[in-house]
């Protein structure tokens, strides 16, 4: 019978080390293939990388009692379990009613383990946690709608949309941006895992954050909080430049439009239709609020809120029939002639 | 599954009078299996509703089912597993055996508690009605699309118009009260009906739990209701509770919905302690290990769960010190629910482990749970939860405690109590069947989500883009829902063969140790022949073993 016992306990201990073995491989490839997926083991930012070493540490902590409570569970199923075949045997076993030592000891082992892991996170909570901005720092005012973004740089006066530039840190100095976060609907989330964890825009309330990028790069993100029909289509881009670059941005953002000669009709439809009424182009009689500033239409690389490419068919489907890129999307169909169409995306294309 | 009130008048009346008889019935027991077929029949609605969001979710940009559907499949998904599925089962399996348990004839208030379910079950129908309804502004079948969490403003009439919401409201709020009004017939049967000798102290462990848990649903269904009245007022009076625009504070609700849905969660789970807490010792021919310190950690977990629902508001911008506090709070409940863990795997020692089907689920439970409840302590860890929550780490988290914890002792529960309910035996092989499918299937569907969430996906989402690495895991995850969709037709296809072919059970075909097992199976109307003394947490075990009686160890 104990000869039986071990023989299956050996068994089964071969047969469950193949398990971890194929799942460790399985789970390592995937991994290692898609390295553009915007996970948060590859931080950019001192604070999302010390979320990550938070997270290992308490991934090593959960490992460890996951090893000994479930060694200890599988140990005792397969040791302990009635083997089948065996004669019945109806005997009961001795009964164990507990055991006090046994106990405290395990109410005391996890207070200190959870003690520990409190402070730990309080220290961290109040290392992360931004102070107001100082004077000098980067600040933008980001509000969340149904379902784009707006970004407000307060200190160079202009507006843009969906995809966030900042200057990426250099080598001897952190260029952090100071997020305003806002909402003009409902609630939205503001997410970048490879730059910071999550924070709301809560309507009604003032939300900060600090956003750093410690080298050039897109960094993907997008709403975490669920906000409605297209909440999946709520996409965030932000362009980490170099400090040059960004100074070059800023100062083509900051110019108003100019009307380029021969698109006249196409700006003459969309000061007459409705679009004037939702977007701002600087300079322009167009001063919307509830869309994009498309002033600099043409510096964005996407559309809708990340979803497409910003190029002239997309443009020119997304005019046509809003609703097929983006069910749902706040954008109305205009019902323009396909000549109309092209007129307006003529416009639009020359506001670079 | 028809109990005999009275032996002459059933085997013979037609069905309708056999139908009268359960519709108009007070027996507790009747009730019980009434809370069961429910929960199964929304279990089947629930689940066709997470297939279908795993199919939209099979390959990126997929077009399967769109935006507006996909919202309202994951909002109805939530509601119907929580308020018409868990929280049936357990009802059901409680209102079955307390009474029971404790060697009592009936419960405090049968009425009051024949109300409960029909008022449950009313939820339920007022909730699903909305597919059947129009709707001048989404047409035909227009289910609320706010999210099982319904968080205000996207609930307020200016960005929630029509009735979507508003049978969402009315569904959970009177289904809410019918849980109210089984806890309060709980905690009072449980504390004045028990059997002459029997102490509090002396009570099934499973008993103990459930006293906790309708005490938790006292504290904790009030606040949704009244949220949810405040709900209808901003829809329908012109108040402005949750409305920033006017005043109003978005977070109010949060609050409100969390000091309930946070308890909540252990309402949903307590039950599960306490079935595998019964399950365990017997199929392991033991006594439960440290009984005393199961049932304080089980009183610790009901106090402490009421002070931790900021710990879902991480990312809204409280105070630093609030976040610490409740991070803490959080963390301070792995204590209890560890010295449960702890106390399951010690009962284990030592003992002759008979490998049937509510052993395995029991099992099964223990080792999801766990995955679960350290999940738990990451996202209590409150940075880690600034990257993970929201996403779909989280949506794995909660299926590791809620599914592979909750629902999966429930079904263990079932096929413990199924023969004491019935007459009948489970079948063995389809039980194994049932079990190895949900087991492999569900940690093949929520095992990958921790993936997937770490590598960026947010939950809620009806579709996502190529090359994010996110098409493999969520492959695996559609892959496993559909393998779990089978395991579970096995446990239907089990009871129903169970019932027309099983084996004949018997009173107490597990040789257990608790009063349920000595009445007849299925028991009488009234419950007992006999009105057994109780001088020990086991009575049964002190009448099959007078040599060894447990009443000189306590």
Not at chain 2, 29 to 35: A, E, L, V
Not at chain 2, 137 to 157: E, K, Q
Not at chain 2, 304 to 324: C, E, K, N, P
């Amino acid at each position: 019978m104990r000869e039986l016992r071990k023989g299956r306990f050996r068994q089964t201990c071969y047969g469950m080390m193949r398990w971890p073995l194929a799942l460790a491989l399985v789970a390592c490839c995937p991994l290692l293939a898609t390295a553009q997926s915007p996970d948060m083991f590859n931080p950019s930012s001192p604070d999302a990388a010390e979320i990550r070493e938070l997270f290992y540490l308490v991934l090593a902590i959960s490992a460890i009692i996951f090893l000994l409570v479930g060694g200890a569970l599988a140990y005792f199923i397969v040791r302990f379990r009635d083997p089948p075949g065996a004669p019945r045997d109806d005997t009961e076993p001795p009964q164990i009613y507990g055991s006090q030592p046994i106990e405290i000891a395990w109410t005391l082992a996890p207070t200190l383990i959870v003690f520990v892991l409190s402070l730990v996170v309080i220290r961290s909570v109040i290392a992360m946690r931004s102070d107001p901005p100082e004077a000098g720092v980067i600040r933008v005012r980001a509000v969340g709608h149904q379902w784009w973004w707006e970004f407000e740089y307060p200190d160079y006066g202009f507006t843009t949309a969906n995809e966030l530039v900042i200057p990426s840190s250099e080598v001897d100095a952190e260029k952090p941006v100071y997020l305003q976060l806002e909402s003009a609907d409902v609630i939205h989330s503001f997410w970048i895992p490879k730059l910071a964890g999550k924070t709301d825009l809560v309507p009604g309330q003032t939300n900060r954050m600090r956003l750093q990028a410690d080298t050039p790069g897109l960094y993907e993100g997008r709403c975490a909080e669920y906000c409605g029909t297209q909440h999946a289509r709520m996409l965030i881009r932000v362009n980490a430049v170099e400090m040059a670059e960004f100074e070059k941005w800023i100062e083509n953002q900051k110019r108003p439009a100019v009307v380029a000669p021969g698109v006249e009709a196409g700006r003459q439809i969309f000061m007459d239709q409705a679009c004037a009424n939702c977007h701002t182009i600087r300079g322009e009689p167009a001063v919307g609020k509830f869309g994009p500033d498309l002033t600099h239409l043409m510096s964005r690389e996407t559309i809708a809120a990340g979803v497409l490419e910003n190029n002239r068919e997309n443009l020119s489907d997304w005019l046509a029939d809003p609703d097929h890129a983006k069910p749902g999307s706040r954008m109305p169909n205009m019902r323009l002639s396909p000549t109309e169409v092209k007129q307006l995306v003529d416009y639009l294309m020359t506001l670079e | 599954m028809a109990i005999a009130e009275s032996g002459q008048s059933s085997a013979s009346s037609p069905l309708v009078t056999q139908l009268h008889g359960w519709v108009t019935t007070v027996d507790h027991k009747r009730i019980g299996i009434m809370y069961i077929l429910m929960s199964f029949f929304f279990m089947v609605v629930g689940g066709i509703e997470a297939l279908l969001i795993r199919m939209q979710l099979w390959v990126p940009d997929n077009t399967l089912i769109g935006p507006d559907t996909f919202n309202q499949l994951f909002t109805m998904h939530g509601t119907t597993m929580i308020f018409f599925v868990v929280m049936p089962m357990l009802t059901g399996i409680a209102n079955y055996l307390v009474p029971l348990m404790i060697g009592c004839r009936d419960v405090a208030f049968p009425r009051l508690n024949a109300l409960g379910f029909w008022l449950s079950l009313f939820g339920g129908c007022i909730l699903y009605t909305c597919y059947f309804t129009g709707d001048a502004l989404y047409g035909l079948g227009s289910a609320p699309d706010v999210g099982w969490f319904a968080y205000a403003p996207l609930t307020s009439p200016a960005y929630a118009r029509g009735g979507a919401v508003d049978y969402w409201i009315l569904g959970t709020s009177v289904s809410g009260v019918g849980a109210l009004t089984f806890a309060v017939n709980l905690v009072a049967t449980i504390l004045t009906m028990r059997a002459p000798g029997m102490k509090l102290n002396q009570v099934p462990l499973f008993v103990w739990m459930m006293l906790i848990d309708a005490w938790l649903i006292l504290v904790a269904f009030p606040p949704l209701t009244a949220a949810q009245i405040m709900l209808i007022l901003d829809r329908y009076a012109g108040a402005h509770f949750f409305d920033p625009q006017s005043g109003g504070s978005a977070l109010l609700w949060q609050h409100l919905f969390w000091f309930f849905g946070h308890p909540e969660v252990y309402i949903m789970v307590l039950p599960a302690f306490g079935i595998i807490s019964e399950i365990i010792p017997v199929f392991s021919r033991k006594v439960i290990f440290g009984y005393a310190s199961m049932a304080a950690a089980t009183a610790a977990i009901g106090l402490i769960s009421l002070g931790v629902w900021a710990h879902h508001m991480f990312t809204v911008g409280l105070d630093d010190r609030l976040d610490a506090y409740f991070s803490a709070a959080s963390f301070l409940i792995a204590i209890p629910t560890g010295i449960k863990v702890f106390n399951w795997t010690a009962t284990l020692y030592g003992g002759r482990l008979q490998m049937r089907t509510p052993m395995l689920f029991a099992l099964g439970f223990l080792s999801m749970f766990l995955i679960g409840g350290l999940t738990g302590i990451m996202l209590a860890t409150v940075p880690v939860d600034w990257q993970v929550s929201d996403s779909y780490f989280l949506v794995a988290h909660f299926h590791y405690v809620l599914f592979g914890g909750s629902l999966f002792a429930l079904m263990g529960g079932c096929y413990y109590w199924f023969p004491k309910a019935t007459g009948k035996m489970l079948s063995e092989k389809l039980g194994l069947w049932h079990f190895w499918l949900l087991f492999i299937g569900f940690n093949l569907l929520f095992g990958p989500m921790h993936i997937s969430g770490i590598l960026g996906m947010p939950r809620r989402v009806y579709t996502y883009q190529a090359g994010q690495g996110w098409e493999f895991w969520n492959q695996v995850s559609t892959v496993g829902a559909f393998i779990m969709g089978f395991g579970i037709l096995f446990f239907f296809i089990n009871i129903a063969v169970s019932l027309r072919s099983g084996k004949k059970a018997g009173d107490d075909p597990w040789d257990a140790w608790t009063l349920e097992w000595a009445t007849s199976s299925p028991p009488p109307s009234y419950n007992f022949e006999q009105i057994l003394a109780v001088r020990s947490r086991r009575p049964l075990w002190d009448l099959k073993h007078p040599e060894d009686p447990d009443w000189k160890y306590e």
